[in-house]
């Protein structure tokens, strides 16, 4: 049981290029989210999802798209890399409790990301 | 909107003393706050959580924190530090499909 799962650790890209970040999980769960954290601002919410197919804004989602094509993995990709992107950029997942739960989220190691 | 603040950025707490992290929300409805703390380089590890009941939580590594809604707040306690708590901590709130509104972070340094 591997939990939460980042691919890859480390990026340098060029502005803009492209790039996808992949987030697998192996515990079933429905939702899952990608953050980006910054020094001293914290972790902010990018995307999330609340199932296979679906997905929906966060606070920061300017220059991100994601995909959830299947149940266990959740894409972030970046088509026109800026500088402004550099972060680490952390995936996380929670089992499904319905529009109204609170479930804690279970995080993965982070992929950190510096654009040229 | 809601919101969180840990009004600390950094805290130096001496090895074996105690330590008081504070966190104050906003939140209109019964707030689901949690505790997460983060070692260098490595992902967020959940702390502990209160959803509800006792107003007193407990955690892990000796953790705890005590829920007060007149106060707004949930801070995060530990009545002897260790070295190995050197880390950064995070409050969070919870919202709609579990989305997390997180603080700035509080860095705990320990010194000797």
């Known amino acids: 049981n591997a939990g939460v799962t980042q691919t890859p650790k480390f990026r340098v890209l060029k502005t803009g290029q492209s790039m996808t970040l992949l987030c697998a999980q192996d515990?079933?769960?429905?939702?899952m989210y990608w953050y980006r954290q910054d020094p001293g601002m914290g972790l902010r919410l990018i995307h999330y999802s609340v199932g296979e197919g679906t997905t929906a804004k966060g606070e920061v989602p300017d220059g991100y798209n994601v995909s959830r094509l299947k149940k266990q993995n959740f894409l972030l990709g970046l088509e026109s890399a800026a500088p402004s992107q550099t972060s680490v950029y952390f995936c996380?997942?929670?089992?499904?409790?319905?529009?109204?739960?609170?479930?804690?989220?279970?995080f993965g190691p982070g992929t950190r990301l510096t654009v040229l | 909107a809601q919101s969180v603040t840990q009004p600390d950025i950094h805290i130096t707490v001496s090895e074996g003393a105690s330590l008081e992290l504070r966190c104050n929300y906003s939140?209109?409805?019964?707030?689901?706050l949690f505790w997460y703390v983060q070692s260098p380089g490595q992902g967020l590890q959940l702390l502990l959580k209160?959803?509800?009941?006792?107003?007193l939580v407990q955690g892990i590594k000796g953790f705890e924190a005590e829920f007060k809604r007149s106060q707004s707040s949930f801070n995060l306690r530990k009545p002897s530090v260790h070295w190995s708590d050197a880390a950064e901590y995070f409050c969070?709130?919870?919202?709609?499909?579990?989305?997390?509104?997180f603080g700035k972070g509080t860095m705990l340094l320990v010194s000797p």
């Open positions: 515990m079933n769960h429905e939702y």
């Open positions: 209160y959803f509800s009941g006792d107003t």
């Open positions: 939140y209109g409805a019964t707030p689901y």
């Open positions: 996380a997942s929670t089992e499904w409790g319905g529009k109204s739960s609170y479930n804690e989220q279970f």
């Open positions: 969070a709130v919870a919202r709609r499909y579990s989305t997390l509104t």
